[in-house]
């Protein structure tokens, strides 16, 4: 009755009503007889636990089917909407990044993702992206950690769910770092002992498995960022652990660096500001030894006092902790994420992928330009070496060797004379290469780094992108491969990308292709 005469009394005052039939009550611990009464009594329905509060379960282990299959089934009803067949392949990486890698982004930012959960994610990710299903699996092409790297570094951008977890989680270690006055640091504070115990504590049993994968996930995931990328810059010391914590150099403490003289000092646990005193401002340290420094310590003494003595202590400054990995000094997750995200063999060099993604394309040629860069089109050759069983695998444009991607692109012979005219209209001379990262750095970036750089490369990839379309409309629809018809075609394609891009373009595609040459100069 007291909680109904506050609430009523809420209303009064701030002229909002409570929405009684949408509210529950529940009590934990209580007697079930009383739990009905009062429910009955505020007109509100009973409270089942485990419960969801903000869209995040309540009272269950972040392990627990309870708190991850509605969110897999939601992936899996977005996924059943898009006809895959239908959309193209920078479609689909465009619908990864923005639907199914924006869904988990709450959960993720608050529990440790389980290992089972990121592979049921992944495998619905990279089903959809390659266009198989549970019943039809289709090549992956490209492994999922290439897949999953920056644009320019090789990749296609898409989000590694499990990294990204933990760049998000690093925000809750940032803020206990370095942000005491938040309610909820003052609770983790008081319950487990906060930022210090975080550093240094070892989890107890009574601990929640929330605060447990923060440790795990500063002292072993994320040892490579969080332990090397956090510093404080000292202002009094007062939040700074003197032999503990890094606040002289980048990447060591002086327990690290001066361990002898660590092992026989008395303020092992102390704080900077617990080392000295202030007289009138100036700062003067006060070290207590367990016994006289031995001889052959007195050089590591001298060294260790030059050292704390180049630090400034300032006596109303507070202690600021930095975050290394950002210009600001302030923990972002998109700098952890892309800490954590190092190539271990990137399908391209960095300045292939610049020129790549620079260019002002469709996104689906794009993709297609990359696939072909990094040698992942199904030729005939690529999928025989991949199991495939294919009876011939000859070129089927000219027959005469085997169907690899340098000479169905470049060494053709009904496709030379298609990058011997192309090379006529920038003025160039001399061989091209058959590998396809070496003949588009040759023409794009070489040949074309003094014409029309854009044109350039906007060329090349509109003939490779026609030679594929005319290659499978003669393997799957039997028409015949005809060089002009694929010229005139890559032409046309290139003329409406330019119309598209440019405001104002009005130039008709027959006077356009007649001064062809023009364009790259």
């Known amino acids: 009755m007291v909680l ?5 009394g809420f209303e009064m005052v701030s002229g909002l009503r409570i929405n009684y039939a949408k509210s529950q009550f529940g009590v934990i ?33 972040s392990s627990s089917s309870i708190v991850w299959e509605p969110l897999i089934k939601k992936c899996e009803a977005k996924l059943s909407k898009w006809a895959q067949k ?72 898409i989000k590694d769910i499990a990294k990204f977890n933990t760049a998000l989680l690093g925000k809750w270690i940032w ?10 640091v003052r609770i983790i504070n008081s319950k487990y002992g906060g930022w210090e115990a975080l550093q ?12 447990r994968d923060l440790r795990k996930l500063y002292h072993y995931d994320g040892q490579s960022i969080f332990q090397h990328c ?25 327990q690290q660096k001066y361990n002898q003289l660590f092992l026989i000092n008395e303020q092992q646990d102390d704080l900077i500001s617990m080392m000295g005193t202030f007289d009138q401002d100036r700062w003067s340290w006060n070290l207590k030894w367990r016994r006289n420094l031995f001889d052959y310590e007195s050089d590591q003494a001298v060294n260790f006092m030059e050292e704390i003595n180049s630090m400034y202590i300032q006596r109303y400054v507070k202690d600021v902790m930095l975050w290394k990995a950002d210009p600001s000094g302030v923990y972002t997750t998109k700098s952890a994420y892309n800490l954590l995200i190092t190539p271990s063999s990137p399908a391209l060099d960095r300045r292939t992928s610049q020129l790549l993604w620079n260019m002002k394309i469709p996104p ?34 000219c027959g005469d060797v085997q169907e690899e991607v340098g000479h169905l692109f470049f060494n053709c012979k009904k496709i030379l004379g298609l990058w011997w005219e192309s090379m006529s209209w920038i003025q160039a001379m001399g061989p091209l290469s058959v590998s396809p990262v070496d003949h588009f750095l040759q023409f794009c970036d070489g040949f074309g780094a003094e014409r029309n750089h854009s044109t350039c490369c906007g060329w090349w ?3 490779t992108s026609t030679i594929w379309k005319h290659r499978n409309f003669l393997i799957f629809q039997n028409k015949p491969f005809e060089p002009q018809k694929v010229m005139e075609d890559a032409m046309f394609s290139i003329w409406s990308w330019l119309k598209a891009r440019q405001k104002g373009y009005n130039i008709s595609f027959n006077h356009w292709s007649s001064n062809i040459s023009d364009s790259f100069g």
């Open 364 to 397: 689906k040629h794009a993709v297609f330009t990359w696939k072909l860069l990094s040698g992942r089109l199904p030729t005939r050759a690529n999928l025989s070496r991949r199991g495939v069983n294919i009876q011939d695998t000859a070129c089927p444009l």
């Open 175 to 184: 803020a206990l770092a370095s942000d005491h006055q938040q309610l909820w």
């Open 200 to 211: 240094s504590a070892r989890a107890q049993g009574r601990h929640s498995g929330w605060w």
């Open 461 to 463: 990839v509109a003939l």
């Open 4 to 8: 109904k005469a506050l609430l009523r």
């Open 86 to 157: 239908n959309i193209s392949m920078g479609g689909k990486i465009t619908l990864i990044n923005s639907v199914l890698n924006a869904l988990p982004i709450y959960l993720l930012s608050f529990f440790k993702i389980p290992q089972k959960v990121i592979n049921r994610l992944v495998k619905l990710q990279r089903n959809f992206l390659w266009g198989g299903d549970q019943d039809n699996k289709k090549i992956p092409w490209v492994k999922w950690d290439i897949v999953c790297l920056p644009k320019c570094e090789g990749g296609l951008g």
């Open 230 to 254: 956090m510093r404080w810059k000292v202002g009094c010391g007062d939040k700074v652990y003197f032999w503990k914590d890094k606040w002289i150099g980048e990447d060591f403490t002086l």
């Open 29 to 61: 611990g209580g007697d079930v007889n009383w739990i009905n009464a009062a429910a009955q009594t505020l007109n509100c329905s009973l409270l089942e636990t485990p419960f969801s509060y903000l869209g995040i379960p309540i009272g269950v282990k």
